[in-house]
Structure formats: C-alpha cells, structure tokens
C-alpha cells in the first residue's frame, strides 16, 4: 500500500483469523433467528420490526440513500493516489479482513438445552425456570449493583465461587454448542479453540436501572479475554431489551419473548457496549462468562480491528477519484464480495454478513460524503471446457455408458468464460436497470469463478468427448461516482418481486416517504415493464396499499397506469366493487366510465355492469343504478369483436331492450363483423330459446329479428363446408367436410319454415359427385334392359375422365373440388370401365404439359394397374370392348404422366432416388400397355425443377439416370437408337456437354505425387480420397496424436498450396484441410469427365455413339473427354450410312419430330 495513502494516519493494524465457514448450519437445538428490535422508552414490550441474522451490522440509518447536496467542497489531496484501482483493492485486503460480526445472539428451545441443576451456596438448588419465590432468595442472597453499594439500581450478583451446577452436561453444552456457535458467528477461532469461564450470576428485578457495560480493549498480550458470553436461563420476564453498540453499530435483542420457555445467548467481543434496559415485570436471570484464549495463543488473541486507518485510505482514494480532471480513472468499481448470496426479493445490504457487511458499513457514509453511488450485483460466471477421456480410443464399438463422467479431463487451455450481469439492486435491494458491460478484468478483490461453482454439468458428445459447463453465482459491490454517464444511464428496473414484498409487509397507517417512492417506481415499473403474469398482482397490491393509507388518488393512479382501464380482469369485478365500498361512487365515477368507454371485451364490460347494478340494488343507490343503465346502451350500441362465447349474454340484453332494439342495433354490428356460422347457428338457437321470456308485445319484433338472423346463416352458408379435422402429422390440421353445419342450418331454418332459403343458396356439386353416385344405379339399370350399351358408353366414359381429372373451373369462373380416390370411389371408376364396351376413339384428349392438380400420379398408376387386374380375358377378346377398354387406360395413363411431381427429383435424401423414381413410371407405361405415352413422360424429365439450376439437375439427375435407362430398356429389348428414347438420349448427352464440361484445366499436381502422400492407414487413405475428390475442404475428426501424424503427411503438401489447421467443433477438435482452387477445378472436371464417359459408354460402342448423336457425337466427345482435333477417334465403317441409317421405332412409338440442339433456361 502506498505509504501517501495513510495522510496523517497511523498505519492499522492486521488481524489474520481463521475464515468462518461459510455453509455453517445451525445447531439442532436452536429455534428461530434472532429477533433485533429497536428499543423504545416505554414500559410495554417493544414491538419486533425486522428478523435480521446476527451477522448483519447494517442499520437502517446506512441505507438511507439521500445526499447531503450541502456538503462543504474536499480540499484538493497533496497526495492523491494514482491507481484508483490498484490502491482500493489493496485497501480492502489490507484493512477489511475481519469476517465476523462484533456481536452474537441465539435463543435455544428448553426441551433443547440441559437444566444446569443451578446450586448456589447458602440457597441449595435453584429450580430452572426460574420462579419469583427462587428470585427473591437469590436476591436476598445477592451483592447491589449500584453506586456506593446501594440497590437502587435494582441489578444483583452473586460471584462465581458461589455458583455451581450440579449437571456436567451444563457445561459441556456451554463449551461446545453455545460456546462454538459464538466463536464461530465472531470469527474468533485464532487457531486454537476458546473455552469460556464464568465470572458471576446477575439477576434484574422489576424496575431496575438501564445499565451500561465496556468491557475495555487489553493491549497487554498476557491478557487472554478475548469478551464475554452472556446466557440469559429461562424465566418469565418483560422489557429488558439488550442493545450492543461499536463503532456505530447497533444491534437490539428482545430476550423477553418467549423467556419462560428458552435459554438465549449473547456473545460480543471486548469493545463493546452493553446497554440492558429496565425489565419491567418478572426476574431475568443470567450468567456471565469470560471467552478466554488458551495463554498458549495469547499473540492470537482475536480483537475487533480498528477501522479508522482503512476507512481513511477510502476516503482517499475516492476522494482521488472524484478530484482527477485529467482522466485516466475508471467508470466504475465492481469488488468481489466473500460471501455467497442468492438472488431473492428480500436480499439487499442487510443480508451481508461479515466481512461484507463490514465493508459496506464504512464505505457507505464516505460514498454519502463524497457524492459516489452504492448498488450490488448478482454475477453469473460460465467456464465451459472441452473434455476427453484420454485413456480410450475413439474407435470402440461400446456405447458412451462405460466410460464414467469422472474419467473425463477438462482442456485447460480451451476454457471459455462468460460473465453476465444478472440483476442489479440498490442497498435496499431495489432492483435497477444500469447500462453496464461487466468483463473478467473490471472485478476485483478476487475472481469470480474462485472456489467451488454452484453447479457442474458434463454433456457427453461422443464416446470419449464432452462439454463440461461449470456456473459461478457470485455478488460484486458496484462504485461509481454520482451523475457520471454511468450514473445517468440507472433506471427503474424489474422491481415487481421487490415491491409486493415491500409493500405487502408494511403496517403503516400513513405511507412513508420511502413507501411513497417505492409506489411511484412500481408504476412506472408496471409501465415500461407490463407483465401479463404480474400486472394483477401489481394492482391488487397497489389496491390494498391504498385501502390501507385511505388514499383513492394513489389508487387511480395505480389503475390508470396498469392499464386496468383497458382490462376489467386485471383488477376484478369483485375488487371494483369493494373499491366502490371504501372510496364512495363520487370518487371512482370518472374512472369507471373511462373504463366502460376503453376495454374492447364486451363479455368484461357486461360483467362488471351486472356486478355493479347488483351493487346498486343492494345499496339502494340510485346514482349507480341509473348510471349502469345508461352504460348498458352504449356497450350494446358500440359492440367490440364479438365471438361465440358472449352468446349467452348477447341475447338476454338485447332481448331485454325489445325486438326492436335487436333488430336496429345489435344486428347491424353483427353483420359488420362479417361473422361465421359458428356464430350464427347458436346465437339464433339462443334467442329462440328466450323467446318465452320476452313479453307479448314484443313477440313478433322478435321473431323477424330471428328470421332475420336465420337469413343471414343461409347467404353465408358456404357450398362445402369444413371443419379441422385430426392429422396423422404432430402440430399440423387437415382440413375435412363439415356436413353437420349444413343438417343445422336445414334444422334451423325448417323450424322457422324457410327451407328455401338453404336450397336457394347452396350451389350446385361438382359433376364427379353425380357420376359416382349415378354409376351404380345405370349398371343395375342396364342389367335389367338390353340394347342400351351403345347409349350409355359415353356416359360411362365421362365418368371415368371426371372422376380421374384434375381441379376444373366452371363456366362461371368457380373452381370444382377433385374426386378424391377413395376405395369406393376406385370401385366406382372400375365398375364404369367394365361397362365401357365401344369407346369412341373421338374422346381422345390433347396432352396437357401442365401437371394437373388434386390427384396424385402413384394413386392413378395404382388404379391403372387395378383395372387391368379386373378385366377379364374375355372382354379383351372383343376388339371394340378391347378398344374402349385401351382408350380407359391410355386416359389413365395419361393422368398419371401429367401428375407426376417433377419436383421429387431433387429430394436425394429421400429414398427412392432420381433415377429410381423415373425408371418406376416408365415401368408402369409398360406393365400397362401405354408405353407410347413414354413420348410424353420423357419430355417432362428435361426442365430442372423449382429451386435447382439446369448444371445441377443434368449432372446430378439426367446423367446418372440414362445409364439405368440403358439397362431398363436392354430387358425390354431396345436401345437408344428407338424413339423416343433416342431423342431424349441426344437431349441429355448434348446438355451435359454444354452446360456441365467446362474446359479441361492443366493438372496441377501429378498422380504420381498424390499416390506418395500418406501411409495406408485409415486416416491416411480419407485424406488421399479427399485429395482426388472435387471438394475444398474437409475436417477429419480425431484425437490430438491422429492429428499430428496427419500434419506431418500434409507437410509434404505445402508447395502444393494445401493449408490446414486444427478447429473445435463442438466440444471436439478438428484437422480442417483446405486445398487450392487450381486443386479443386481439376479434381471436378475430372469428376465430370468419368460420369459423362459412363453416359457415352450407355449409348453403346463409338459406332452406335455416332449413329445416335449424328453429326454432334464429336463436339460432345471432345467436350467429355477434353480431347483435341487429332485425338478425336473414327468409328469403324462408313461413317455417313451410319449417320443417316434408317431409324428403328420402339414399338406403338408416335412419329417425332427431328432431333434439335436441347435449349437451358
């Protein structure tokens, strides 16, 4: 520390004790903590206001947070300190190490602490508790306390060579359970236990004297009392409240509660004051002892320290602090507290504890003095390491289950920390918002991940890799000058917990100017941090505040800012009401109305006009009455959105105000909200239920206003209907017929005789539903009478191509639903194909490029395969029946091609493959006899789908797949020289020319070299394949010594351009391999160049390769092949007759048109 830091201060003395433990518990015998009181001067008992714990030393008067605007001007330092940071932390190393309170309090349970058989010479045994006749014999028995050796002071003793016990187990608990738990609260083990020595019994009467006592601080070191230990036996009594001071400390103890039936104990070290005031009834009894240090440990002796010289090198330093003009000073000062706290509601200055607590309590009237700003900060440490389990290999075959968690070591050298802010309170315990960015190296005094973290969690990633986090709860002290821009950026933060416990605990009639403070930052808190989850409670808080202080002002304001004005439910209709109770009508009138004229929820408004109209009867007032009246109209006249649930409601108020009044206000609003029959069908239901409860003269008003209802139902009424119906699909809906509104909507409409008006709106079906339903009963019919085939083939046929077709629109431009391909609808479609006998070949439609919508193409080729299942031989046997019956295929057939999903060629990771998909269609053309539609499907190949480019489907779709097609097609016994496969051959081989083969770039490293690289283990041999492959990077998972062997075979690979280096993904660590572009380019032209040398070999041999690419086979080899001029090869034979030899059509083939360059979008 630097010696200008001590200005006219003697250098303080340090005190080294042992460290308190910090997850002490207590004893098994205690009972609640301590109760600390403030001593009042009456007669009566004091009244408790705070449970503290014993470690606190912080009274009410250190958290007051007012400054003293009127503080004289500092003098400039002769010395200031230099390193604001640096000197404060020494500061608090040197001079706050004391971890312990001055003073300690317990009270034990008498079924918890022994009788101690009290015998006093001359009296025999005293019995415990202690009764008034065994008082006023130890009275009599007694020396004064007192001036001149008078009793006016009303205090007795008796000295210790007079007092015994007569129960050893007395004594040990004195010694090790109250005797320990003291030592422990006041830090006063220096390294050897303490043993406690009684010094003399005192007894108080009624109406003694306050008495004061000082034990004084020995400097001479022979001197090993250390303080006193006070136990106060059972007996009753009242008053006698125990004040302890030091330094301006104060802590009270009320030991009258509860005195008949505990033993308590007060411990306090040598320095301090000891003020018992007057007992007001009963006899307090209590024994005194020494806490003595061995002699053996005098130099040990633990004493309260002296604070004036550190709190002097505070004050110096902050001084420094505020005084430097020329920067260099830090924002802010976040030191490490020693002790662990949980973030809760209740925490703020007053629960530090020892050394803590200490430090607060001198630093805070300096920063008061000095203009800086206290806060405490809840710190979240996050250290997060990689792990491996070193000892195994990677390669095992077990699961993850047989290596323990504990065999696991974590990387030192990659461990990530994260510090986050996670709450910032005043010494209150008020949270704030505060624009700071807190890192590693702003805490000091320590480091936040220190000692043990709070929890440790290990995420296993693979068999001997993990992630192990550890978490770190700590509390930093902050310190900052006052209206620094730091200063400036503090705001009201999340203060709801804070409050409620505030404000809910308070007992005062009148709110306090805290009280008062806290209300107002509750409801800006409320506005600029509005919680659905805590608003209501917020009001009911801040209603209750107010019921309580009287003051309806408050209470407004509260509403007002909440928002209840907007949502009746975040105060209650029950708590309106009540509201209405304490503050009077006049008062809340306004603020009703403003609510009744703000909440958009009818159902909200209604309910609270019912509730206080209810009221208004109860408490005969008139005002109210007429006041919900006039309320009830201009809800009913201003409706918000309306849904099904305020129904019931809806249709008893508008029915009380007469047809009429339904008729010309409700309904207009309701047609307005364009409303769905979910609405409409109960809400018509509901007023012909009350219809007896209106009176007569209103009879017909009403029932027009329901047949105008009933109206409205049937012009909305959809012509399908749907519901949401259950998917198979997790989180997804399906959409379904919803036929029960439409036998609702008849229901309703036919007990108001307007059946009509359903017909009249209900549009008609799509034609597949007239087919399928009239299929049935045409076939029955034409089994009974002969000679009417020829007339119903064409009927029979469009049934067919209606119910297999696509979505269709009408000639008024509406759109038709497609027949869904259900088993029943299947057996419709066969049943009308086996009637077909003579087909008109005339019904033969154009081919459509566009896939139709509604059906699927596996459902179709399905129903193709089926019908051909149910034929029988016989019926084929007849050429016109064979006819029509191809006719229904090839339609078929057809619907299948035109359904087909293109788009399903780019889905390569879903089984089954590109080519798969196509050679399973082609397939179908054949095993149903439409294999000359292939001159359809072929075509549909080509145009790359939706979301992939032309490069990308030829190479990794057309490519691939014409070399499958080769061997499909030599089982049907073709080739690529029949149509149509020729031209979707030259199609496909001239595309991959032009848009795949890129110039033949130079090899920029030769074979001979790469097969030099590695040593034929297994990661050697992936790192050559990636070598020979197109891609540019890879990472290869391993262990560190896998690792090493690979850099050094990729040592060998530098001149080459090849980079790499080791990357963590993950909790694992990876050797990422990067080549050079000029690497990459040759190793994908290669790629390219072996698939199309696969696609040319699929034609056939050189000679069928020019037959069929004809004139175009030689710019398309050069392209694949990176060949030149004279690399070109001749095919053997005449090459013209080969180029134009006739053509060998697959059988049933169309004629197609000459073979052209394919085009690319």
Partial sequence: MPSHLLQNNAYTKQFFFQKPRLDSTR????????????????????????????????????????????????????????????????????????????????????????????????????????????????????????????????????????????????????????????????????????????????????????????????????????????????????????????????????????????????????????????????????????????????????????????????????????QNASGGVPDYLACLLRHRYAKSPNFGAKSLTGADALLVHHLRPLARRLKFRLYLAHLRGTVTTTAEALTYSSDGESDMSDIDDAEFKDDGEDAQEILEVTQVVDLRGMPVDVDLELGDDDVINGNVTDGDPQTTTLQREGRTTATRTKVYNRTVLLLWPKNSDLDLSVAVGDIYDYAFNALQSSLTDIPTKRERRLVNQLLVCCQTRRSDTKLPLAVQVLRESADRWNDVEMLLRALKACGVDKNIDLMGVEDFVSAYQAFGWDALKSFYGDTMQNDESNARRYALLARLTQMGVEEDDADVSLWCQEQLKRVLGSLGKVDASQIPWLARAGLAHGGDFLRDVIFPQLQAQKLEPSFWIPFSRCLQQHMKDVPTTFTRLVGRAIAQSVSQIARDLPAFPTKVGKSTRPNAERQEEDCDSILKVVQLCDARGRSR???????????????????????????????????????????????????????????????????????????????????????????????????????????????????????????????????????????????FDASSLVKRYIPPTASQRMIAIIDFCFEVGGQSQCQYLLPRFVPPPTGTTATQHVSGVLAPFLPDLQKYLVGKDLNFEAEPYKTFAVTVAKLFAEKVMNPKPSEPVPASKLRAIGCGCRDCKELKAFFRSARAVVCLPAVQKIRLHLERELAKTRAWGVSWQTVKEGSSRMLEVTKPPAMVAFAAWSANSQTGKTLLLSLGDLAAQTRVLGADHYWVYARIYGATDSDLPMPSGDASRTINAPKRLATTALPTKPAKRARTS
């Fill in 757 to 899: 008006w359903v017909l009249q709106r209900c549009p008609p079906p799509p034609p597949w539903v007239y087919y399928a339903k009239l299929s049935t009963f045409f076939v029955r019919y034409m089994e009974s009478i002969t000679g009417l085939d020829d007339i119903f083939q064409p009927f029979f046929l469009d049934a067919i191509d209606s119910m297999v077709s696509p979505a269709r629109t009408t000639s008024d431009g509406k759109a038709t639903t497609p027949c869904p391909l259900s088993e029943k609808n299947q057996a419709t479609i066969i049943l009308a194909a086996r009637t077909v006998c003579c087909a008109s070949t005339s019904r033969n439609q154009s081919f459509k490029a566009d896939p139709p919508k509604g059906q699927q193409s596996s459902t179709l080729q399905a129903l193709a395969r089926y019908v051909m299942k149910e034929f029988s031989p016989q019926l084929r046997r007849d050429p016109a029946a064979f006819k029509a019956f191809g006719q229904a295929i090839i339609t078929l057939v057809r619907a299948a091609i035109r359904t």
């Fill in 27 to 322: 004893s098994p015998g205690s009972m609640a903590p301590t109760e600390i009181i403030e001593i009042e001067d009456s007669d009566d008992e004091c009244i408790v206001k705070e449970p503290l714990t014993t470690g606190n030393i912080l009274s009410e008067s250190d958290l007051e947070s007012e400054y003293d605007e009127n503080e004289p001007e500092q003098k400039p330092l002769i010395f200031p300190s230099t390193d604001i940071k640096a000197d404060f932390e020494d500061t608090l190393q040197d001079g706050f190490q004391f971890d312990g309170a001055f003073a300690f309090s317990e009270r034990y349970g008498i079924s918890d602490t022994p009788n101690p058989c009290l015998h006093i010479d001359g009296l025999g045994t005293i019995g415990i508790p202690l009764s008034p006749r065994e008082a006023l014999a130890i009275i009599s028995a007694g020396v004064p306390v007192g001036y001149s050796g008078t009793n006016a002071s009303g205090i007795w003793e008796i000295s210790s060579e007079k007092v015994h016990f007569d129960n050893p187990a007395w004594g040990d608990w004195i010694q090790k359970t109250a005797g320990e738990a003291a030592a422990n609260a006041l830090d006063a083990y220096g390294g050897v236990w303490l043993s406690f020595t009684l010094k003399k019994l005192v007894i108080h009467e009624p109406g003694c004297s306050t008495s004061h006592y000082k034990e004084p601080i020995s400097d001479d070191e022979s001197d090993t009392k250390i303080g006193d230990l006070v136990a106060i036996l059972p007996s009753v009594f009242r008053g006698g409240q125990f004040q302890l001071s030091y330094a301006g400390q104060v802590k009270s103890f009320n030991l009258a509660h509860q005195s008949g039936l505990s033993t308590s104990i007060i411990a306090a070290y040598a320095g301090v004051e000891h003020t018992l005031a007057s007992v007001t009834s009963g006899y307090r009894l209590s024994l005194l002892y020494d806490m003595v240090q061995p002699i053996t440990h005098a130099e040990e002796r633990p004493t309260l320290p002296e604070m004036q010289g550190a709190t002097q090198k505070l004050h110096n330093i902050m001084l420094s602090w505020k």
